[in-house]
């Protein structure tokens, strides 16, 4: 492996970019909290040593050399990512109909379902399988075994991913007094609902690889 150090620092800066997984955690950390935001980043930790795994044993380079495969992979991920952002704005409609007993039994429905959310929202990314697939070799010497340095950068992202999201949720629910307020929820959930539905349409459209 080469430049171990430069890689860390560049997962650094790719990792605190935000993209529809930061968009799922903000979203359930203020609706939810705490907890909520932890099992979606959990969800998207999972997600990533899975990718991690499939780029170890070659599965992610058939996705991303099959036109089909990867086509498949990107509309199911482009229609999930607008089916949450469309929940999600639905939800600020509903929120103001429903009664204090009905939003309780709601917000622990989210509670459960955010696990899924944050894994979902990664796993049927196929832009992540394209990122471990071409960013990775970079750091690996040439023509030497990929097996262990892959493995080594894989967990190295999904920690670093996981410190992350540990920071930027106790960051959120450090300042819940103001998020919560229900105008704020409402505002953040329309952000949210209308970046994930953004996210959605463009990964739809992106061009299919060869």
Known sequence: MENY???VLM???????PGPDTAIATKNTVTVGRIGGLKTALGNCCALLIHTSAAVLGLSAII???ALLFSVFKYVG????IYLGVKTLWSMKKKEEAA??????KSQFVNTSCFK??????ILNPKVAVFFLTFLPQFV???SNTFLPFLIMGITYTVLTAVWFLLYIYLINQISVFMKKPKTQNIIEGITGTI???????LALEKTHN
């Open 11 to 17: 997962c650094i800066f790719l990792i605190i970019l």
């Open 117 to 122: 959310q944050g894994f979902l929202t990664n």
């Open 100 to 105: 204090s007993v009905a939003m309780n039994t």
């Open 141 to 143: 010497d040439s023509g």
């Open 196 to 202: 994930l539905i953004g996210f959605g349409i463009k």
């Open 64 to 66: 991303v050399k099959s």
């Open 5 to 7: 150090y430069l890689f």
């Open 78 to 81: 482009a229609v999930y990512l």
